[in-house]
């Protein structure tokens, strides 16, 4: 059918119209296991009870009124962002790369608070903030730049994952504020850095009084096996950037701050008008409330380990699988070939999933999943991939 939508998005034709838990289901109602999450949005499954009576609550009370005025549910939610994290304040926006700009924004000032006029912030290579100006400026990869230049200044990249590299960047530039980094880099194709590197970032920035911003936007919210993936590690950034599954499909960005990132914004300096609205707290309190209620953090170690070890097993004598990655229920099964032909294949047999970085098909699955359904989605990803045929050219 034509339409009348700006042509951004090469959607495919299969379209929803109901979700529930790890199923979705199609205009002719077939159903669907969901691996994919909407991208880490609907990390409690879809249609969750509380999640859904929150919002339904909500919205027959009070869906917006504005930052002019205090917003009792905001201040609820910060507080337990707060708890939860053990960071300070939060901004509320209504997407990653909002969140991700105030986080630039923040940088920014905190380094002209200090008397530089030219503030930069390292950036890395394969990395992934957003589409706005400034977001995809700090973005690693050239395909969301391309055309879009004048990319804005002030960005310094490094490669991910190599210490040295952010090192000999700290001796020679004497403008730098700051450090942007995910934890686990997400649509660059699930890169795990090594153990060690957060807290090696955390040090360098701590030598140079730079801020840490780690951007939690698809690592965040119990995907990895702990509330924020920066808790596998002993140290805490400067600032956290959250969105995505934070409203388990309602709206919300948040930028986290703590220490001396805490207090650079004062009244004037930012502002959203449906940032943090009453509907979206409401929302994105019920999600961490369940989140806690309902033991995700162990369930997600259990079907993490339960979900790789059947993956290794039913691939492990396949020879397109160069190597199977993952954090948590954060997963990659990097190629050696271009597979985004593969996503089609999968969806006609019922499963959604997505391939990034051309090569590596992204699992996001649903953190509610119990030991059957683990067993079961691994099964039918292992029978798809078997089932499969590639053009096999290695670009
Ligand atoms: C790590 C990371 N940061 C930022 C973004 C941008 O988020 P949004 O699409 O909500 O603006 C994404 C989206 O995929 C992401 O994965």
């Known amino acids: 059918m034509s339409d009348h939508l700006v042509k951004a998005y090469n959607s495919l ?17 077939k159903r669907y296991l969901d691996a994919l999450c909407g991208i880490s949005v609907t990390n409690l499954g879809h249609n969750h009870p509380a999640v859904t009576e929150a919002i339904q609550q909500q919205a027959s009370t009070l869906l917006h009124t504005s930052n002019i005025y205090a917003i009792e549910w905001q201040k609820k939610l910060a507080n337990l962002i707060c708890k939860l994290s053990g960071m300070d304040r939060v901004f509320f926006g209504n997407s990653g790369a909002e969140a991700n700009e105030a986080a630039i924004k923040i940088a920014r000032l905190y380094g002209h608070n200090q008397g530089n006029s030219d503030p930069n912030i390292i950036v890395m290579n394969n990395s992934f903030h957003g589409r706005t100006m400034a977001t995809l400026s700090a973005s690693g990869g050239r395909k969301v730049q391309a055309g879009f230049e004048p990319l804005l200044s002030g960005f310094v990249r490094a490669p991910y994952n190599d210490i040295e590299s952010i090192q000999s960047v700290a001796k020679n530039n004497p403008k730098v504020v700051a450090i942007l980094a995910e934890p686990v880099q997400g649509e660059g194709g699930i890169i795990v850095p090594d153990d060690g590197y957060l807290e090696a970032l955390r040090e360098i920035c701590d030598k140079n009084n730079w801020l840490l911003m780690l951007d939690e936007v698809q690592s965040g919210i119990a995907r990895s096996g702990e509330m924020f993936a920066f808790q596998h590690t002993n140290i805490i950034p400067d600032v956290l950037t959250l969105a995505k599954a934070l409203g388990n499909g309602v709206p919300i960005g948040a930028c986290v701050t703590q220490g001396k990132a805490a207090e650079v914004i004062q009244p004037g300096n930012h502002g959203s008008t449906f940032g943090g609205n009453p509907l979206a707290c409401r929302a994105g309190y019920a999600v961490l409330d369940s989140i806690q209620k309902d033991s995700i953090l162990d369930n997600v170690i259990k079907s993490s380990e339960q979900l ?23 997963v990659g099964i990097e190629m050696k070939y271009n597979y985004q032909a593969f996503v089609m294949h999968a969806l006609q047999r019922g499963l959604l999933l997505n391939v990034t970085a051309e090569k590596v098909i992204r699992l996001l699955p649903p953190l509610i999943l119990t030991e059957q359904q683990t067993t079961d989605m691994a099964q039918q990803i292992i029978d798809c991939i078997h089932s499969f045929e590639p053009v096999k050219t290695s670009n």
Do not use: C, M
């Not at 929803?16 to 838990?21: A, I, Q, V, Y």
């Open 13 to 29: 034709p299969t379209s929803f119209t109901r979700g529930d838990g790890i199923y979705l289901w199609d205009t002719e109602d």
């Open 308 to 330: 790789i070890s059947h993956l290794k097993r039913g691939l492990a004598d396949h020879p397109d699988v160069k190597q199977i990655r993952n954090r948590g229920l954060l």
